[in-house]
């Protein structure tokens, strides 16, 4: 058995298709194949079923992908281990991001941590929050940027801080001259149309959430994936949207909606940096949430005064 074949297996299990995993593999489907029947022939079981469309793991298969996960786990410990030895004089740390939130906290963070440890490279992803959990779960990213709640439950976390949800609407609706005093209830939003993330992203889920809480399902009326293509359609009177506090804060775009608070108690999202349970956690990835949460926390005391 070879550390290679741990490898093709992984990416197999995890693409569930030998084209994929040869392309991600950057290697001719015919020598993954030739791989993994010579792996198959040496267990003397069948790790996957093959039809025309994908393949599935056989419970042979997924006792021994289980198997391969913590070796290579090991593996990334001990490289992550020797990195750490050499005092954060070079590493890499791999690091998802939801688009919209990334957008407007990385920008903060990634210059704060460049400077304070020139030598460790960081290499970013980004994604819907869905796919993120997933990938993280299988070790695709070190750590991810996310918010609660997860699904994944292989995903342990680390909390960033707390963001207020704010109000979009168009200049001169009902609505937006609501102050602090007298912040908007969300069932007061019951009968308006909705601008909101497409699905599978995180912040969808929670204006989804907040409404059905409110006992209402919200009626949606244009979907984006971009939160500034949100908030201009919310800016051009399409309808009525929540944004979280810091994305409603970048003013990008000549179209821009009005941001009026809600009710007590307040909703808010919980940022959190996310990774695999039992996963070891390199120095440099533990400096990368340090350094988050000390950005953040400015940049949040920043808002405040703002």
Same mark, same amino acid.
């Given at each position: 058995?070879?550390?290679?074949?741990? @490898?093709?297996?992984?990416?197999?299990?995890?693409?569930?298709?030998?084209?994929?995993?040869?392309?991600?593999?950057?290697?001719?489907?015919?020598?993954?194949?030739? @791989?993994?029947?010579?792996?198959?022939?040496?267990?003397?079981?069948?790790?996957? @079923?093959?039809?025309?469309?994908?393949?599935?793991?056989?419970? &042979?298969?997924?006792?021994?992908?289980?198997?391969?996960?913590?070796?290579?786990? &090991? !593996?990334?410990?001990?490289?992550?281990?020797?990195?750490?030895?050499?005092?954060?004089?070079?590493?890499?740390?791999?690091?998802?991001?939801?688009?919209?939130?990334?957008?407007?906290?990385?920008?903060?963070?990634?210059?704060?941590?460049?400077?304070?440890?020139?030598?460790?490279?960081?290499?970013?992803?980004?994604?819907?929050?869905?796919?993120? =959990?997933?990938?993280?779960?299988?070790?695709?990213?070190?750590?991810?940027? /996310?918010?609660?709640?997860?699904?994944?439950?292989?995903?342990?976390?680390?909390?960033?801080?707390?963001?207020?949800?704010? /109000? &979009?609407?168009?200049?001169?609706?009902?609505?937006?001259?609501?102050?602090?005093?007298?912040?908007?209830?969300?069932?007061?939003?019951?009968? =308006?149309?909705?601008?909101?993330?497409?699905?599978?992203?995180?912040?969808?889920?929670?204006? !989804?959430?907040?409404?059905?809480?409110?006992?209402? =399902?919200?009626?949606?009326?244009?979907?984006?994936?971009?939160?500034?293509?949100?908030?201009?359609?919310?800016?051009?009177?399409?309808?009525?949207?929540?944004?979280?506090?810091?994305?409603?804060?970048?003013?990008?775009?000549? /179209?821009?909606?009005?941001?009026?608070?809600?009710?007590?108690?307040?909703?808010?999202?919980? /940022?959190?940096?996310?990774?695999?349970?039992?996963?070891?956690?390199?120095?440099?990835?533990?400096?990368?949430?340090?350094?988050?949460?000390?950005?953040?926390?400015?940049?949040?005391? =920043?808002?405040?005064?703002?």
């Amino acid at each position: 058995m070879e550390f290679r074949q741990l @490898q093709y297996t992984l990416k197999i299990a995890e693409e569930k298709n030998f084209s994929r995993a040869a392309d991600k593999l950057h290697i001719a489907q015919p020598s993954l194949s030739q @791989q993994l029947s010579k792996l198959e022939k040496e267990l003397g079981v069948l790790l996957f @079923q093959r039809n025309t469309s994908s393949v599935e793991l056989t419970h &042979a298969g997924e006792s021994f992908v289980a198997h391969a996960r913590r070796i290579m786990d &090991a !593996v990334e410990e001990l490289r992550q281990e020797m990195d750490d030895i050499s005092q954060l004089r070079s590493g890499r740390v791999v690091v998802g991001s939801m688009p919209i939130t990334g957008s407007h906290l990385l920008p903060y963070v990634l210059p704060e941590f460049k400077e304070a440890f020139p030598g460790i490279q960081i290499s970013l992803l980004e994604d819907t929050s869905l796919n993120l =959990e997933k990938l993280t779960g299988g070790g695709g990213t070190d750590l991810s940027l /996310l918010s609660l709640p997860l699904q994944e439950t292989s995903l342990a976390y680390e909390v960033i801080g707390e963001e207020r949800i704010l /109000l &979009a609407v168009p200049p001169g609706h009902r609505l937006a001259e609501r102050t602090e005093a007298d912040g908007v209830r969300i069932d007061e939003l019951r009968d =308006e149309p909705f601008v909101v993330l497409k699905k599978g992203q995180g912040f969808r889920k929670l204006t !989804v959430g907040l409404c059905q809480q409110a006992g209402f =399902e919200p009626n949606v009326v244009f979907e984006s994936n971009n939160i500034e293509t949100v908030q201009s359609l919310v800016a051009a009177g399409m309808g009525i949207t929540l944004v979280p506090r810091f994305i409603a804060r970048a003013k990008r775009s000549e /179209l821009i909606p009005v941001y009026v608070p809600l009710a007590e108690p307040t909703p808010s999202r919980t /940022l959190v940096i996310a990774y695999r349970k039992g996963r070891y956690l390199s120095k440099a990835a533990e400096a990368f949430i340090q350094t988050f949460k000390q950005t953040f926390n400015k940049r949040w005391k =920043e808002e405040e005064q703002g």
